[in-house]
């Protein structure tokens, strides 16, 4: 995988936040929280919140769109994401970005 598939990868999901965020009146204090999840934990979210954004990523490209991602957000890391390499993604089969915002929970 090279950096232009990691950018195209980041644009198209930071496009996709902007417009949901849009569509569904986010505030400014609505904040995304983001999980690198396995196909069983995006289920659960999609489940638990609404609106998600979901996408699955190759597992060799995973933490560099995460780590973009937040870092054009400006969103700090927390002490869980900042333990994630690409062994802990590929054993835990982490292979979808999913986007949710806590104080959306489907109803």
């Known amino acids: ?12 999901y930071l496009y996709d936040l902007m417009n949901t ?3 569904h009146g986010f505030k400014t204090d609505d904040v995304w929280e983001f999980s ?6 995006r289920l659960k979210l999609q489940k638990d919140y609404y609106p998600t954004i979901a996408t699955k990523l190759f597992p060799e490209i995973m933490l560099q769109v995460f780590h973009a991602i937040k870092e054009r957000l400006n969103q700090s890391f927390n002490k869980e994401e ?3 390499d690409k062994r802990s993604v590929l054993a835990g089969e982490l292979s979808y970005l999913v986007a949710y915002n806590p104080k959306r929970p489907r109803t």
């Open 1 to 12: 995988m090279n950096e232009k598939t990691i950018e195209d990868q980041t644009r198209l």
């Open 21 to 23: 965020a849009k569509e």
């Open 36 to 41: 690198v999840a396995t196909d069983t934990e």
């Open 82 to 84: 900042q333990q994630l």
